[in-house]
């Protein structure tokens, strides 16, 4: 709850200190005495919009500071945890929101002395405190926070939980299976490219070394014509050796017995030379016979060799590598092929994650179907008693477009009021007036009381326009949310100031051409004399000051 409110040259206030205790605490006062002044400047250490028309004339700056006393529980706690935060030490189980603002418009916030963004401010202050007045805006007016409320007026924390996580799981296997889709289109692509090339290069069926090995035969090819007369010539010149070794060495055979020693090495010599030439003459016969009968044409080898190479430079290898291209093409293949099992097992999960989001949202949505009737039944008993009888509240659920299903589920939560009989219902802000739409939100305060973790309530001129028994009956209601929380409200009515557990007087005074803004903390003689101001107006009777005393041992009984 709000334990202390430190105000130092805001608007009319120099400097003002305030200790706020639980329960209901009244504030109450002449109109323009500066009651909202005190809100303007609790809203600027909340992270509100910073005005430099609320910086004290003749002042170098506004610094408004207020202490919170936090259960262990509470949300900003979490809050604090996620930015890194945690209160002092010193100030165990309380922090404090410090929000200066410079003349030339220019502010800083603070938590525990620490420099924060104002936006952690205001969502900390969110969290701390909701404020409902006759132009209020937010808090019960927002989509988001009636959601909320019938969640948990419906006890469907558990299954809103269960709906984010289901709705989390659906899109992140959703996206996962968007992903392999586009990674199977791609590889789809590609593999029709590879397989283009593995029917080419399977065609052409390239062999290691093929090229050398054709190089050569085309050469050998080129020049077979040539080679043949060569091998012809050769051939005659060799039998034509032949046949003169043999007559030397028959003309050496017949001298041989007259130089022995001389001729036979010269002898062995021819000998050798015979056998040499017989292996010549073979060598050549098979090359010729060869080449003679030989199935290779020069055009076939050359068309080959033009189709390699023609390969080679279109895939950008050298005709050595295109055996290898043909290995790779093949196994880069088979792994795009694999790609659709992945994309099948994705697009299996992708279903059952949204199966499973149905389920959770349509276990939701009947937790909230059951609980919305209650709650318009509920607000509704306690319309009547703030003349609001022929108000009737209803609490909508509009099933959203697939398209628009999100992490809260498939329908989208309104309040919808109709304040005169046979009017259809329309949104709270649009459909009731400023002093309606705040007794709407007492009302709906008083049945989620125990629901709402907001420590704080603060209610601006709620009564405003209404007397007599509505007005008690405002003031009972607010003495009975404080009972559960701290209630803060700027009132005019005595009924409802009778009820406060402690009454804050605020009063403007003015020295020469200097105005300033003092509150003070009334005693029961001063609660006394207050709540007959506000009965009977400027001149205090006793009949008032009786008045004003039955007022408060009514309220004390009740």
Known sequence: MLTGLSIRDVVLIERLDLELGPGLTVLTGETGAGKSILLDALGLALGGRAERDLVRRGAERAVVAASFSLPADHPARRLLAEQGLAPSEEGAGEILLRRSLAADGKSRAFLDDAPVPSQILRRLGASLVAIHGQHDTHGLLDPAVQRAVLDAFAGAEGAMAATRAAWRAWRDAERRRRELAEAAARAEREAEELRRRA??????????????????????????????????????????ARERLAQASRRLERVRALAESELAPALAALERAQVE?????????????????????????????????????????????????????????????????????????????????????????????????????AVSNELAPLRLERARLEVALDPLPEADWGPEGAERVSFRVATNPGQTPGPLAKVASGGELSRLMLALEVVLARLDPTPTLIFDEIDTGIGGATADAVGERLARLGRDRQVLVVTHAPQVAARADRHLLVRKRIDGATARVEVELLDPSGRRQEIARMLAGAEITEAARAAAQSLLELAGRG
Request: proline residues 3%.
């Open 199 to 240: 029917e080419e290069l399977e065609a052409l069926a390239p062999e290691p070394g093929e090229e050398t090995r054709l190089a050569e035969v085309r050469a050998r090819l080129q020049g077979r014509e040539r080679l043949l007369g060569a091998l012809e010539e050769g051939l005659s010149g060799t039998e034509a």
């Open 277 to 377: 030439l017989d292996e010549a003459e073979a060598g050549l016969a098979a090359l010729r016979r060869e080449l003679a009968t030989s199935d290779d044409s020069l055009e076939a080898i050359e068309s080959r060799l033009f189709a390699l190479r023609a390969a080679a430079r279109k895939y950008r290898v050298p005709v050595e590598g295109l055996p290898e291209l043909l290995e790779v093409t093949r196994a880069e293949l088979a792994r795009l092929e694999d790609a659709g099992s992945g994309l099948a097992a994705a697009e299996r999960a992708a279903a059952e994650a949204e199966a499973a989001f149905r389920a959770a949202a349509t276990r939701l949505s009947g937790l909230r179907a059951a609980a919305a009737e209650r709650l318009a039944a």
